[in-house]
């Protein structure tokens, strides 16, 4: 029997926008600008872009961000109705995302416990805010991803497992390279799931999301188990 194994990203599929993108937008310095462009751009890796994107932001500014985006979030229609259905179901669900703890963990507050969240790490014990890596690339992965989706999905899965990533952006690429189904909330993860002939599906809510789900479970019988 496998098992149904779902990794879900966090900004831009859980919360509606990128909520690194909202905190440089409000609080940082123009340079992060170009620090982003280069991460798009593939010229630096993910954790190099995001770790200086932090270092332009002081320490001393660490509640007034929380405090920003606990105001200012959107999470995804349907998706508390998600996690609670998912948790009846028993399936076997972790929030994998290039996000930081500091902000990820107070959104997810009694929605997602903290176990289930694999997320980047901070420090504020300096001037300015220094990100840490507790999920970086194992020797599989060399594209100094930060928070190694790759990696965790490696870890915490098994041969035969179906494997299905739930995510926007070029952080879920390489995890979605590893599904067996991709399901998409934004035009460029679906268009690169196009483009590399990968399994997936577009989605705009986490209703879709069940109603994919209660599809797969049509065909197995069970949920959290697909047939051999």
Not at 16 to 39: C, G, R, Y
Not at 40 to 46: D, F, G, P, V
Not at 84 to 96: A, C, G, P, R, T
């Amino acid at each position: 029997m496998k098992k149904l194994k779902i990794y879900c990203d966090f900004d831009g599929t859980i919360t509606t926008t990128d909520n690194i993108i909202s905190l440089m937008k409000q609080f940082a310095p123009s340079e992060w600008i170009s620090i982003k462009d280069d991460i798009l751009a593939q010229k630096i890796s993910i954790k190099e872009g995001v770790g200086e994107m932090f270092r332009l932001l002081p320490s001393s500014s660490r509640e007034k961000l929380i405090e920003y985006l606990l105001d200012t979030h959107q999470l995804r229609p349907g998706f508390i109705d998600f996690i609670e259905w998912s948790n009846q179901n028993n399936i076997d669900l972790k929030i994998v995302s290039g996000g930081i703890d500091f902000f990820v963990e107070p959104i997810l507050e009694g929605i997602v416990p903290n176990e289930k969240i694999f997320c980047n790490s901070s420090d504020f014990s300096g001037d300015t805010i220094r990100i840490t890596w507790p999920y970086s690339c194992d020797e599989h992965c060399s594209n100094e991803c930060g928070c190694c989706k790759t990696s965790i999905i490696r870890n915490d899965s098994e041969k035969g497992d179906y494997i299905i990533v739930i995510g926007d952006s070029i952080t879920d690429l390489e995890g979605a390279k590893m599904a067996d189904l991709v399901l998409a909330c934004d035009d460029f993860l679906a268009d690169q799931c196009e483009e590399l002939g990968l399994n997936y599906l577009s989605f705009e809510t986490f209703g879709e999301v069940i109603s994919i789900l209660k599809e797969i479970n049509r065909e197995a019988g069970i949920y959290g188990k697909l047939p051999c």
